[in-house]
């Protein structure tokens, strides 16, 4: 499955979950939740994936929500950004946030 916002892969059972937009520090946009959202039910539901760890590319992990699309944003937008909140909090997996910057 190709993602735009997120980089994913797995090696020997670990799912590395990479927030990927570098330019604007990972600011977190509905895209982006939808997309996080995804991945995390793509690892809840494999077997082989024993454990997740979420981190972000660049200098930073998460800048936070991203400002300039908070105020262009829906509520179908808003509820795609606590989806991937969500995800996150939902799964059964153990996370680990690999905190950068």
């Known amino acids: 499955m190709e993602f735009s916002e997120i ?6 059972g670990v799912a ?6 570098p330019e604007k520090l990972n ?6 939740g939808r ?6 039910r793509l690892c809840d539901a494999n077997d082989a994936i024993r454990a997740v760890v979420l981190t972000g590319s660049g200098r930073a992990f998460c800048a936070g929500a991203d400002l300039s699309a908070l105020g262009e944003a ?3 937008g808003l509820m795609a950004i606590y989806d991937g909140f969500l995800a ?8 680990i946030a690999a905190v950068n910057g």
């Not at 996150?88 to 996370?95: D, H, I, S, Y």
């Open 35 to 40: 997309e996080l959202g995804q991945v995390y």
């Open 88 to 95: 996150v909090a939902n799964c059964a997996l153990p996370t």
């Open 27 to 32: 600011a977190f946009t509905g895209k982006m």
């Open 16 to 21: 590395l979950v990479c927030l990927h937009r």
């Open 74 to 76: 829906t509520e179908d």
């Open 7 to 12: 980089r994913f892969e797995v090696t020997d």
